[in-house]
């Protein structure tokens, strides 16, 4: 390990022409529940052994009244993008309209962002569907693609030259698998029927707002953020290579493939009947809108071997693993993007998220997380190997800006370059933090 992030001196990563940035999601810190409508987040939290430590994200990192500071410590790092999210219950009314209070908070955020020259990377959609949906099927309704798009159609008319880069949706595999299959996101619903139905409504989501972004924002940059956790089989044995490629397919070319081949993995017709989405004519040609870029979350990989029943069995992760339990394998981020460049005519690709859990203290004032800042610098060496073999890579952001509402895990797990104190709202600047900030500010200026 060490205490610095290092990079080969010939790397394009050294450019400024290359970006670094920090990210964070609305629900995660925002808190101001009662400057908007009720989300399925708010319901799930509420639910009885839902949350691991009962909490929820009524106040959460208090962003909503503390935003201000939060973007002066951002303009501390030294970074040059922020990737945020919209809330679609704090700006969206049932009725439709816009709620104008609350593209004012986030106009607000746009015009400080862009006062400090920091670039405005804006997520639509970031998990928090409002409650209503979800109330009419939620993404198990076709109907809230439409609806999705009836949205961004409304805030990116609002935003309107003050955004660098929109991402339509964040990780559809998770409000897909996660929320609608095995039910431990949001909104909890439990069934192998349902998680392929809502990710095809997902998708036709993000294409039905990339035809929005394309007319109502065309000097952005448009696309979508997709998660990947590489498959790895535990042997040679080609019972366990087969079962790895069935969940790849299942967990990560299901959402890619569609948008750059207009099909979905062929492993569909091994699903029963009941799982397949229903998918209209014209819809694999929407969701294959082209994309100005594709942003790629990346924090572990995961190992199968076969299973007669399940098909495949993912076995617990090896040493060394982060706080939350993933290994830590920064080959797979190389190996990842190669393949991805291989397989598919990419866009330009951003790394959108890449960090760590750690279990943090906070001694004397300061945080000493040397572990996270060798994840982090094994993990953008790992980036830069991908960028030597030829993928396109544009930029990198650390998850995340700060410790946040972690999800199913709550406050448990502290994945921030700047440490979170929940009672105090005080912030401080881990290590990593400062890491970050030297790395982007050494950076060959020549290069």
Known sequence: MTD???????????????????????????????DRLPCIWDTFCNTKGKVIDGSNGLVACDHFNLWQQDIELIDSLGVDAYRLSISWPRVIKETGE????????????????????????????????PQYLEDDGGWLNRETAYRFADYVNLISKAFAGKVYSYATLNEPFCSAFLGY????????????????????????????????LTKNSPNSLNGIVLNFTPCYPESDSQADKKATDFADDYFNQWYIKPLFDGVYPDILSELPQDHHPEIFASDMEIISHKLDYLGVNFYTRAIYKADEKERFIQIPPPEPTTDIGWEIYPKALTELLVSLNSKYSLPPVYITENGAAIDDEIIDGKVYDAKRIGYYNDHLNAMNDAIEQGVDIRGYFAWSLMDNF???????????????????????????????KNLISNRNINK
């Open 4 to 34: 610095k992030l290092s990079l080969p001196d010939e790397s394009l990563m050294l450019s400024t022409d290359f970006i670094y940035g920090v990210a964070t999601a609305s629900f995660q810190i925002e808190g101001g529940a009662n």
């Open 181 to 212: 299959e095995v039910g431990i996101h949001a909104p909890g619903i439990v069934g192998k029927q349902y998680g392929k139905k809502a990710a095809h409504h997902l998708l036709l989501a993000h294409g039905l707002a990339m035809q929005v």
């Open 98 to 129: 816009l709620n104008q209070e609350g593209v004012n908070y986030y106009l607000a955020i746009l015009d400080r962002l862009q006062a400090k020259n920091i670039k405005a990377f804006v997520t639509l959609y970031h998990w928090d569907l």
């Open 406 to 436: 972690e999800w199913a895990e709550g406050y448990l797990k502290r994945f921030g370059i700047v440490y979170v104190d929940y009672d105090s709202q005080v912030r401080t600047i881990k290590e990593s933090g400062h890491a970050y």
